[in-house]
């Protein structure tokens, strides 16, 4: 099958934010990543010799003078030696595992050094969710038209709605192209500046359209590459400092290396009790605001803005990313309800680029789930709670400890 996978930078913005991080903080860690289907699809036989040759095509996706000259300029937070260090980057297939059983029942454990696997969580997501649809037969039944005529549609109701919106959706998309066209059409209708009513007047939007999570197509687009950082840090730090001080030490972390920039922070690795328990006000105020990626959003956006106050910080001087498994009416629920109480913004990822008609989007995910700070210390356990239980991911026993500890 033809190489899915063809751009280094075809991967989202935080992969690479995070990267930077590690080789500050923690150069020599080892880490494990697991592959977690939440469906429990059974793929085709043979699936995972498919996915093994898409990996093995990897090595040679390198980082072009393009995407080095456009990160300069859109990701200036990264110092010029990141840039010559993923120039010598290889992606390595040694450090990925994939086995099928009898059943079709996929696994993958990817294991190496935390600065070089981190590349991979994209890459295999996209390549089974686009080899899945291909295989499904979905791509035989795509109807380019209607489908663009939909995503115009999106953008013509999430702009004239008032939202700041971005794609998020590289990781289970349909199909690489098809990501294209939606990051392209939204861009197209943003750039109209309004809609003529049926009034005949010309409304001016009222939202924004402005970027992708993706770095290849921000840099396509002429767009800016949204992302900042995610969960594996909190995770990784548990093991370092521990469940109530994991949060405040990454955010102290995460500062000192982008003295300030990408100042969004995704606060629910381990439930939001445990974040806002120890959310000095120094942290608070340094950092823009923070992303909500599970539980309630209406009971999370009270508490955040209940903690800020506590903190005497005016709300509405800070950010608030909804990214849960939106699509566009949810978001414009948000939007509403937040009311200017908080500077909102919107991250959806399947709904844009995996709502296709008849086609139903994968539920996959890849996450951090052991980890040793150097090749010569022990390794631990690394689990993901969240504010939803149907998100808590890892080793069951740690994750009912864990939670014994945090109580009600």
Known sequence: ?????RYFTDNDAYTFSCMYYILQKYPRAEVEYTFF??????YPQG?????????????????TDGEVNYMRRSMYYLPEWFFTFLRGFRFNPAEVNIGQDEQGHLSILIRGKWYS??????????CISQLMHTLNGDTDNYDA?????RTRAKAVRALSNGLIISDFGSRRRFSHDHQDMVVRVFKEVFSQGGYTGDDGVFHKWTGAFPGTSNVY????????????????????????SGLFEC????????????????GIFLYDCFGDKVFFNNLSKRMAMMYKGLRIDSGKEEEQLEKIIAKYESLGIDPAT????????????????????TAGRMQDSYGIGTHLTCDITGVKAMNIVVKLTRMRITELREWHDCVKLSCDKGKTLGNPEKCAYLISQIGD
Request: proline share 2%; aromatic share 10%.
């Open 1 to 5: 099958m033809e190489q899915i996978v």
């Open 217 to 240: 197509f921000a840099m396509k687009h002429h767009l800016t590459p949204i992302g900042t950082m995610s969960h594996q840090l909190i995770e990784f730090e548990e093991n370092v």
């Open 117 to 126: 696997t981190i590349v991979w969580e994209m890459v295999l997501l996209q």
């Open 247 to 262: 949060n405040f030490n990454v955010m102290r972390k995460f500062s000192d290396v982008y003295d300030g920039d990408n």
């Open 318 to 337: 800070k950010q608030v990313v909804y990214s849960n498994g939106l699509d566009i009416d949810r978001a414009i629920e948000l939007h509403n309800y």
């Open 145 to 149: 038209a209607l489908e663009q005529e």
């Open 37 to 42: 289907d939440r469906n429990h699809t059974c």
């Open 47 to 63: 699936f995972a010799a498919m996915l093994q040759e898409q990996v093995d095509y990897m090595p040679a996706v390198t980082i």
